[in-house]
Nanobody, 117 residues
Framework: QVQLVESGGGLVQPGGSLRMSCSAS????????MGWYRQASGNKREWVGT???????AYGDSVRGRFTISRDKAKNTIYLQMNNLNPGDTAVYYC???????????WGQGTQVTVSS
Protein backbone atom coordinates (compact mmCIF):
# COMPACT_ATOMS: atom_id res chain seq x y z
CA GLN A 1 0.00 0.00 0.00
CA VAL A 2 1.33 3.41 -0.99
CA GLN A 3 1.41 6.06 1.70
CA LEU A 4 1.13 9.74 0.79
CA VAL A 5 1.79 12.23 3.56
CA GLU A 6 0.81 15.85 3.08
CA SER A 7 2.11 18.88 4.90
CA GLY A 8 2.13 22.65 4.61
CA GLY A 9 -1.52 23.55 4.89
CA GLY A 10 -2.80 26.27 7.14
CA LEU A 11 -4.17 29.78 7.30
CA VAL A 12 -3.01 32.50 4.93
CA GLN A 13 -4.21 36.00 4.13
CA PRO A 14 -5.72 36.89 0.75
CA GLY A 15 -2.99 37.65 -1.75
CA GLY A 16 -0.54 35.52 0.15
CA SER A 17 1.25 32.32 -0.76
CA LEU A 18 1.47 28.84 0.61
CA ARG A 19 3.51 25.78 -0.29
CA MET A 20 2.27 22.27 0.29
CA SER A 21 4.18 19.02 0.14
CA CYS A 22 3.21 15.44 -0.56
CA SER A 23 5.75 12.74 0.23
CA ALA A 24 5.31 9.25 -1.15
CA SER A 25 6.47 6.02 0.43
CA UNK A 26 7.58 4.76 -2.98
CA UNK A 27 9.69 6.08 -5.81
CA UNK A 28 8.23 8.30 -8.51
CA UNK A 29 8.91 5.43 -10.86
CA UNK A 30 5.99 3.62 -9.23
CA UNK A 31 3.50 6.19 -10.57
CA UNK A 32 2.45 7.55 -13.92
CA UNK A 33 0.87 10.69 -12.48
CA MET A 34 0.83 12.55 -9.20
CA GLY A 35 -1.20 15.61 -8.41
CA TRP A 36 -3.77 17.38 -6.31
CA TYR A 37 -7.50 17.66 -5.88
CA ARG A 38 -9.35 19.96 -3.54
CA GLN A 39 -12.80 20.10 -2.04
CA ALA A 40 -14.36 23.19 -0.54
CA SER A 41 -17.03 22.82 2.10
CA GLY A 42 -20.30 21.90 0.46
CA ASN A 43 -18.76 21.66 -3.01
CA LYS A 44 -17.73 18.85 -5.32
CA ARG A 45 -14.18 17.65 -5.57
CA GLU A 46 -12.19 19.83 -7.97
CA TRP A 47 -9.09 18.83 -9.88
CA VAL A 48 -6.17 21.16 -9.17
CA GLY A 49 -3.35 19.80 -11.29
CA THR A 50 -1.00 16.97 -12.14
CA UNK A 51 2.61 16.22 -12.88
CA UNK A 52 3.65 13.17 -14.89
CA UNK A 53 6.72 10.99 -14.81
CA UNK A 54 8.25 13.02 -17.63
CA UNK A 55 7.49 16.28 -15.75
CA UNK A 56 4.62 17.32 -17.96
CA UNK A 57 2.21 19.51 -15.97
CA ALA A 58 -1.41 20.48 -16.26
CA TYR A 59 -3.73 22.61 -14.14
CA GLY A 60 -7.36 23.28 -13.59
CA ASP A 61 -8.84 26.49 -14.95
CA SER A 62 -9.38 28.07 -11.55
CA VAL A 63 -5.73 27.80 -10.51
CA ARG A 64 -3.77 28.00 -13.75
CA GLY A 65 -1.26 30.84 -13.62
CA ARG A 66 -1.33 30.99 -9.83
CA PHE A 67 -0.47 27.45 -8.74
CA THR A 68 2.61 25.45 -9.71
CA ILE A 69 3.35 21.78 -9.16
CA SER A 70 6.95 20.66 -8.88
CA ARG A 71 8.81 17.59 -7.71
CA ASP A 72 11.90 16.50 -5.86
CA LYS A 73 12.72 13.03 -7.10
CA ALA A 74 15.37 12.43 -4.45
CA LYS A 75 12.77 12.96 -1.73
CA ASN A 76 9.85 11.26 -3.51
CA THR A 77 7.97 14.48 -2.94
CA ILE A 78 5.79 16.77 -5.01
CA TYR A 79 4.93 20.33 -4.11
CA LEU A 80 2.05 22.66 -4.73
CA GLN A 81 3.11 26.29 -4.73
CA MET A 82 0.03 28.47 -4.35
CA ASN A 83 0.36 32.17 -5.08
CA ASN A 84 -2.07 35.07 -5.02
CA LEU A 85 -4.48 33.11 -2.91
CA ASN A 86 -8.07 34.20 -2.55
CA PRO A 87 -10.91 32.98 -0.33
CA GLY A 88 -12.16 30.79 -3.17
CA ASP A 89 -9.06 28.66 -2.71
CA THR A 90 -10.20 27.67 0.77
CA ALA A 91 -10.60 23.90 0.70
CA VAL A 92 -9.23 20.60 1.85
CA TYR A 93 -6.42 19.65 -0.50
CA TYR A 94 -5.71 16.01 -1.34
CA CYS A 95 -2.56 14.68 -2.89
CA UNK A 96 -2.88 11.65 -5.13
CA UNK A 97 -0.74 9.21 -7.06
CA UNK A 98 -1.86 6.99 -9.92
CA UNK A 99 -0.26 3.89 -11.34
CA UNK A 100 -2.08 3.25 -14.62
CA UNK A 101 -1.70 -0.49 -14.16
CA UNK A 102 -4.11 -0.18 -11.24
CA UNK A 103 -7.65 1.19 -11.34
CA UNK A 104 -7.65 2.87 -7.93
CA UNK A 105 -5.57 5.89 -7.05
CA UNK A 106 -3.70 6.45 -3.80
CA TRP A 107 -4.58 9.47 -1.70
CA GLY A 108 -3.06 11.65 0.95
CA GLN A 109 -4.88 12.35 4.17
CA GLY A 110 -6.22 15.76 3.16
CA THR A 111 -4.98 19.11 4.44
CA GLN A 112 -6.99 22.25 5.16
CA VAL A 113 -6.04 25.48 3.45
CA THR A 114 -7.92 28.55 4.64
CA VAL A 115 -7.57 31.93 2.96
CA SER A 116 -8.96 34.63 5.19
CA SER A 117 -8.14 37.97 6.76
Amino acid sequence: QVQLVESGGGLVQPGGSLRMSCSASESFSSFNVMGWYRQASGNKREWVGTITRDDSRAYGDSVRGRFTISRDKAKNTIYLQMNNLNPGDTAVYYCYAHDYSRTAMDWGQGTQVTVSS
